[in-house]
C-alpha cells in the first residue's frame, strides 16, 4: 500500500493487486484479444490457463474457466474518498474556490453561456462552464438545448466477511460478471443488474435479491469458502451511466463555450486525473497537448462513430 507523504498528500490507500478477469470457452477469445490491445498499449498482463489459476490461487474453484488475465503491477485500487481528498487540497492551494450550489438555469446570450443561476438566487459569471455533474448531467445539459445520453443507474455493493484466510487476493471479476475484492478484513463484492430491471433514477435502496440471486450462489460456486460467507452490510450509488457506448463524453458540445466530462459508467475516478489534465490544457491551451482526448469527444453521438466499452460492470 503506498503510504502518505509529509504533506499527506499521497495517502491513497492503494493496494497494487492487479484485476483478474475470468472467462469461459466462449469467453477467452474476446479475452485474449483484450490482452493483446492493452500489452500492445505498454501493459504487463500474465496469463493463465486453469492449471496455472489453481496454482497461483488455490482458494479459487477453476472449473468451467479456460483462460484468465491479471495485470503485472500497477494495477488495483485505491481510496476514492483519500484520493478526492488530495485532489481537492492540491486544488485549493492552486486558488480554487469550491461553491456549493444546486444549478436551476444557465444564461445565454446568443450561442455563449454567460452565467450560472443557483437555487438560492446568486447568480455566477461564467466564461467556460464544464458539465461534470455525473448522474445529473443529462438534466443540466437540457437548460441550454443539449441532449447526453447519460442516465443514474443504480448499483448496489455488498460488505461480506469470510472467516476462512484467502490470501493474495486480487480484484476478481468472474465470467459471470460478480465483482469481488478484500477491503481490510471484509471484501466488497457487486454485479450489475440485468438490463430489463436497469432503470433510471431508481431510489438508492440497496438490491438484496443481487446478492441473494447472483452473486451469493456465483461466489460461493467460484470460492467455496465462500460458502460461509456473511453480509455485514450494504449500500447503493449512482453510476453516470452512458447509455450511447459506455465511455466518458469529454469535450466541447452545444454552446460555444460549453464542456462536458461525464459519462464514464463506473470508470470516472480512474480516468479522472487524464480528463482534468486534458480539460485543463483544452480550456487554457485551446487543444490538447499532452493528452489527446478528443476520440471521447461528444461529436460522436452525432456522428455515430462510437467507443463501445465492454468491461462495464
Same mark, same amino acid.
Given at each position: 500500500?503506498?503510504?502518505?507523504?509529509?504533506?499527506?498528500?499521497?495517502?491513497?490507500?492503494?493496494?497494487?493487486?492487479?484485476?483478474?478477469?475470468?472467462?469461459?470457452?466462449? @469467453?477467452?477469445?474476446?479475452?485474449?484479444?483484450?490482452?493483446?490491445?492493452?500489452?500492445?498499449?505498454?501493459?504487463?498482463?500474465?496469463?493463465?490457463?486453469?492449471?496455472?489459476?489453481?496454482?497461483?490461487?488455490? /482458494?479459487?474453484?477453476?472449473?468451467?474457466?479456460?483462460?484468465?488475465?491479471?495485470?503485472?503491477?500497477?494495477?488495483? /485500487?485505491?481510496?476514492?474518498?483519500?484520493?478526492? @481528498?488530495?485532489?481537492?487540497?492540491?486544488?485549493?492551494?492552486?486558488?480554487?474556490?469550491?461553491?456549493?450550489?444546486?444549478?436551476?438555469?444557465?444564461?445565454?446570450?446568443?450561442?455563449?453561456?454567460?452565467?450560472?443561476?443557483?437555487?438560492?438566487?446568486?447568480?455566477?459569471?461564467?466564461?467556460?462552464?464544464?458539465?461534470?455533474?455525473?448522474?445529473?448531467?443529462?438534466?443540466?445539459?437540457?437548460?441550454?438545448?443539449?441532449?447526453?445520453?447519460?442516465?443514474?443507474?443504480?448499483?448496489?455493493?455488498?460488505?461480506?466477511?469470510?472467516?476462512?484466510?484467502?490470501?493474495?487476493?486480487?480484484?476478481?471479476?468472474?465470467?459471470?460478471?460478480?465483482?469481488?475484492?478484500?477491503?481490510?478484513?471484509?471484501?466488497?463484492?457487486?454485479?450489475?443488474?440485468?438490463?430489463?430491471?436497469?432503470?433510471?433514477?431508481?431510489?438508492?435502496?440497496?438490491?438484496?435479491?443481487?446478492?441473494?440471486?447472483?452473486? /451469493?450462489?456465483?461466489?460461493?460456486?467460484?470460492?467455496?469458502?465462500?460458502?460461509?460467507?456473511?453480509?455485514?452490510?450494504?449500500?447503493?450509488?449512482?453510476?453516470?451511466?452512458?447509455?450511447?457506448?459506455?465511455?466518458?463524453? =469529454?469535450?466541447?458540445?452545444? %454552446?460555444?463555450?460549453?464542456?462536458?466530462?461525464?459519462?464514464?459508467?463506473?470508470?470516472?475516478?480512474?480516468?479522472?486525473?487524464? =480528463?482534468?489534465?486534458?480539460?485543463?490544457?483544452?480550456?487554457?491551451?485551446?487543444?490538447?497537448?499532452?493528452?489527446?482526448?478528443? %476520440?471521447?469527444? %461528444?461529436?460522436?453521438?452525432?456522428?455515430?462513430?462510437?467507443?463501445?466499452?465492454?468491461?462495464?460492470?
Amino acid at each position: 500500500m503506498q503510504s502518505c507523504g509529509e504533506d499527506g498528500s499521497l495517502g491513497v490507500g492503494l493496494h497494487v493487486r492487479g484485476y483478474l478477469f475470468l472467462a469461459r470457452i466462449d @469467453q477467452a477469445a474476446r479475452l485474449r484479444e483484450r490482452t493483446r490491445n492493452v500489452r500492445a498499449l505498454g501493459s504487463a498482463v500474465q496469463e493463465f490457463n486453469s492449471a496455472q489459476l489453481l496454482q497461483r490461487y488455490p /482458494w479459487l474453484n477453476c472449473a468451467g474457466i479456460v483462460y484468465a488475465s491479471n495485470g503485472a503491477y500497477g494495477e488495483g /485500487w485505491f481510496d476514492g474518498h483519500m484520493l478526492h @481528498q488530495v485532489y481537492r487540497r492540491r486544488a485549493i492551494a492552486a486558488g480554487v474556490k469550491y461553491l456549493r450550489g444546486n444549478v436551476v438555469d444557465l444564461t445565454t446570450i446568443g450561442s455563449v453561456i454567460t452565467g450560472v443561476k443557483l437555487a438560492d438566487g446568486n447568480q455566477l459569471p461564467a466564461d467556460h462552464v464544464i458539465n461534470a455533474c455525473g448522474p445529473w448531467s443529462a438534466s443540466v445539459a437540457r437548460l441550454v438545448g443539449v441532449e447526453l445520453p447519460v442516465r443514474a443507474r443504480r448499483r448496489t455493493v455488498f460488505v461480506v466477511s469470510c472467516p476462512t484466510p484467502l490470501p493474495v487476493f486480487p480484484i476478481l471479476i468472474d465470467a459471470s460478471g460478480v465483482f469481488v475484492r478484500p477491503e481490510q478484513q471484509h471484501f466488497l463484492c457487486s454485479v450489475s443488474p440485468n438490463v430489463p430491471s436497469d432503470g433510471d433514477d431508481l431510489p438508492l435502496d440497496p438490491d438484496f435479491s443481487l446478492f441473494d440471486e447472483n452473486i /451469493w450462489p456465483t461466489l460461493a460456486e467460484r470460492i467455496p469458502a465462500f460458502e460461509a460467507l456473511r453480509v455485514e452490510r450494504a449500500w447503493a450509488g449512482y453510476y453516470e451511466f452512458n447509455t450511447a457506448d459506455q465511455n466518458g463524453l =469529454v469535450g466541447r458540445i452545444g %454552446p460555444d463555450n460549453f464542456y462536458v466530462a461525464t459519462g464514464f459508467s463506473g470508470h470516472g475516478l480512474m480516468h479522472s486525473a487524464g =480528463v482534468g489534465r486534458g480539460m485543463a490544457e483544452l480550456l487554457t491551451q485551446g487543444e490538447y497537448r499532452t493528452l489527446d482526448l478528443s %476520440p471521447l469527444s %461528444p461529436l460522436r453521438l452525432q456522428t455515430g462513430q462510437l467507443l463501445v466499452e465492454d468491461a462495464v460492470y
